[in-house]
Antibody, heavy 123, light 113 residues
Framework: EVQLLQSGGGLIQPGGSLRLSCVAS????????MSWVRQAPGKGLEWVST????????FHADSVKGRFTISRDNSKNTLYLQINSLRAEDTAIYYC????????????????WGQGTTVTVSS | DIVMTQSPDSLAVSLGERATINCKSS????????????LAWYQEKPGQPPKLLIY???SRESGVPDRFSASGSGTDFTLTISSLQAEDVAVYYC?????????FGPGTKVDIK
């Protein structure tokens, strides 16, 4: 069974840092691009970041560029999101998601999602 | 950035009746050389992660009931629930993956009338 198990959320003060993790199982992790998507309280879905299967290519939303870094360790089947300089507006549920198709590139739907992890930025 | 809009914002449909959600993109999502529209539809229920329903604008994900169908090309797309069931109460999002930043529509809330 394809699964994504997330960890790493919590209550963080503004300006703080956090690393989210997403451990994958049930598929050949390195063959698939992976993404992070977030949902602020009462709001819709917002794409955050995507990384190619090899990890060589990364993409970030302008709202997080320079503060968030997506990465992956294919030897550990794990996706990461390093979040720095946290702001109140980063408060959200963060989901990791798997690309719907394997191969090069990142332009795919997201067919499997993690359970979500909550990040709350507050003093 | 590609802007995604959805209509209506919400709708209430009687059980067994049809529900139709529209999605429009600010630029074409059709990649001509591949003849594919880079659009997906997701269903989100409270307390659950989003679930992929449709990819490439009209391909139903495995395990999704066939009462869910989708169509459209270019900039205009539609998700149809042919016979609404109680378990279909949710928020539905369209999303383009044609270009980064990947963008979602604002969502359409579907309820029972």
């Amino acid at each position: 069974e394809v699964q994504l198990l997330q960890s790493g959320g919590g209550l963080i003060q503004p300006g703080g840092s956090l690393r989210l993790s997403c451990v994958a199982s049930g598929f050949t992790f390195s063959h698939y691009a992976m993404s992070w998507v977030r949902q602020a309280p009462g709001k819709g879905l917002e794409w955050v970041s995507t990384v190619s299967g090899s990890g060589e290519s990364t993409f970030h939303a302008d709202s997080v560029k320079g503060r968030f870094t997506i990465s992956r360790d294919n030897s550990k089947n794990t996706l990461y999101l390093q979040i720095n300089s946290l702001r109140a507006e980063d408060t959200a549920i963060y989901y990791c998601a798997k690309a719907g198709s394997s191969g090069n590139g990142v332009y795919f739907d997201m067919d499997v999602w993690g359970q979500g992890t909550t990040v709350t930025v507050s003093s | 950035d590609i802007v995604m809009t959805q209509s209506p914002d919400s709708l209430a449909v009687s059980l067994g009746e049809r529900a139709t959600i529209n999605c429009k993109s600010s630029q074409s999502l059709l990649y001509s050389s591949k003849n594919k529209n880079y659009l997906a539809w997701y269903q989100e229920k409270p307390g659950q992660p989003p679930k992929l329903l449709i990819y490439w604008a009209s391909s139903r994900e495995s395990g999704v009931p066939d009462r869910f169908s989708a169509s459209g090309s270019g900039t205009d797309f539609t998700l149809t629930i042919s016979s609404l069931q109680a378990e279909d109460v949710a928020v539905y999002y369209c999303q383009q993956y044609y270009a980064t930043p990947f963008t979602f529509g604002p969502g359409t809330k579907v309820d029972i009338k």
